[in-house]
């Protein structure tokens, strides 16, 4: 099998020149959004989605212009929490694809916008020899299309929601160099937490900043009395960023409002609930994070 190195030029497919002018466009589009940040966690339903649209929401509620990118490409939740209309048939022309506008004005991107209806699951290809690395290179080509080809316009901030795991950094750090940063978003359990401490450890050791490490489902809040009491057996996460040299951004208590399909998000009908404001502290600490960085 030939290498490209043992074509003479490009092949004649002009291979230089398309990615150039990938690169230019994907550019164009980032250099107006003011801040990017990613919302990750090695494990699986610790509430990175529920959280990313939280924050965005109150991101939005303070008068910021807030966009969300759904990198969960297999199993995209955020048209779904942030109610976007998916009947309306997506508006594209040669400069992009318009995104979708979620509660509060957030604009949002999500191969959810992309299926036939929304009982429908991605399928990357029908061929049943396709092999794992085919794959994977087609969901980063679709990260990196998701990200360019959407009019996000200007933005304060593009919240990257992501798939569990700790491989798709790669492709995002690659995609956005300029990323503010990384929130890590763990549960109490001993077994999210030694996941959760896996993607800390890759991630510092990539060089990509890690903003700090945030604990979800902390506690239980009684919806009734809104009296806080423990969840989880075992350690706080404080000891995890300890040790991992990162902030602890607080601990979001479960509230089963959180999960109750509403017209609205959470955070915006329970500001004043101890979840509502530990959401808002976490809005906070990032904030600050960002604005020491940035000294
Ligand atoms: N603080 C919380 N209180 C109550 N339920 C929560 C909380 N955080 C997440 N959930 C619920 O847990 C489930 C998993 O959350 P999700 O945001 O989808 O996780 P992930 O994106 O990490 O897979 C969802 O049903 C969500 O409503
Ligand atoms: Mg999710």
Same mark, same amino acid.
């Given at each position: ?26 550019r ?19 509430g990175?989605?529920?959280? @990313? ?34 009947s309306?048939?997506?508006?594209i ?6 995104p ?30 396709a ?7 087609? =969901?980063?080509?679709?990260?990196? =299309?998701?990200?360019?080809? @959407?009019?996000w316009? =200007?933005?304060?901030?593009?919240l ?17 160099? #300029?990323?503010?940063?990384?929130v =890590?978003? @763990?549960? +109490? ?45 075992? #350690? ?16 979001? +208590? ?20 101890? @979840? ?7 809005? #906070? ?11």
């Amino acid at each position: 099998m030939k290498s490209y190195e043992d074509l003479a030029g490009d092949g004649g497919s002009n291979i230089v020149e398309q990615v150039v002018s990938q690169q230019g466009k994907l550019r164009a589009r980032l250099d107006k959004i003011k801040h990017k940040v990613v919302l990750m966690s090695g494990k699986g339903g610790v509430g990175k989605s529920s959280i @990313t649209a939280n924050i965005a929401a109150c991101l939005a509620d303070q008068g910021r212009t807030v966009g969300i990118l759904d990198a969960d490409l297999n199993g995209p939740s955020i048209c779904h929490l942030l109610g976007v209309d998916r009947s309306k048939k997506l508006v594209i022309d040669e400069s992009g694809v318009e995104p979708g506008v979620g509660h509060l004005g957030v604009k949002i991107m999500s191969m959810d916008m992309l299926l036939p209806d929304p009982d429908s699951p991605v399928i990357w290809t029908e061929d049943k020899g396709a092999s794992a690395v085919w794959v994977s290179t087609m =969901e980063s080509t679709a990260l990196r =299309e998701l990200l360019m080809d @959407t009019k996000w316009e =200007e933005l304060d901030f593009l919240l990257i929601d992501m798939p569990p795991g700790s491989d798709r950094i790669d492709n995002i750090r690659d995609l956005i160099p #300029e990323l503010e940063g990384v929130v =890590e978003i @763990t549960i +109490p359990s001993p077994v999210s937490q030694h996941i959760v401490s896996k993607s800390i450890t890759k991630n510092t050791r990539m060089g990509v900043s890690v903003i700090g490490l945030v604990e979800n489902m902390a506690t239980y809040v009684c919806p009734h009395c809104d009296q806080e009491g423990a969840l989880f057996a075992g #350690e706080d996460a404080h000891g995890l960023a300890q040790g991992k040299g990162i902030p602890y951004l607080g601990k979001i +208590p479960f509230d089963p409002r959180i999960s109750q399909k509403r017209d609205g998000l959470f955070y915006t009908e329970n500001k004043d609930s101890l @979840t509502g404001k530990a959401i808002a502290e976490l809005v #906070e600490n990032i904030l600050k994070f960002i604005e020491n960085k940035a000294k």
